[in-house]
């Protein structure tokens, strides 16, 4: 059965480096909060000034900081004009088991090199302010938008195990995301026994409930190398 995954769009413009690990940890953190269907205790996160909500996972907590920082190092490793993205789906099985996403956000930075400390100072502020209004957007987004997301039949667990992507240097976008949806996705009986899957350096996937529903969230993260 085709799904249609519901997309959405989240961008930040003149993001500088130094500061690009708060700005992603603090957009993942929202979206996870808002997206992770199991009861949680909320917790705050103070990042350039701003509150974010997050949950009390350690899951998440720990998946996070290691695609931030791969995130990071793959700008610091970077050649010219190569662009770097971190991608993460919703997906849901259907009944005949096929993995078919169900939603997709995508994260745009766009960073800048600031030169001077006047030029520091001034795109702090900048940030600030950008990534509340960021914030804000991804509440917007996931509180006018729940109809798609598939029904829970399960009180144990999360009931939609997610999955995060980053491709290889070498890879195209569509090359990942044909290996993301064929290779990488979780064998049926694995999701049923809650494993933890990290088929490569550039993939993770994770299920904690007997279900047939999986969900992950898509993160699309492109910069110019300066």
Known sequence: MAVNPHVFDIEMAQVPREHVKDVLRAILHSIFFHRLLINI???ELRVLETTVSTTDSPDVEILIEERVNEFVQ?????QPKQGKRLKKNWYQFTKSEELACWEQWSITLNLINPQTETERHSTKRSVSRNLSQCLLDV???ANDYKEHIPSITTTEGNPF???MATPAKSETWNTMIKRLLVIDVPPV????RGSLSSP???SIQRSSSPTKEQNALRMALEHDHL
């Open 161 to 163: 195990p997610y999955q």
């Open 139 to 141: 509440l917007k987004m």
């Open 200 to 202: 490569t350096t550039t």
């Open 189 to 192: 009986e694995s999701q049923r």
């Open 74 to 78: 793959n700008i610091n490793t970077s």
């Open 41 to 43: 205790t909320p917790r």
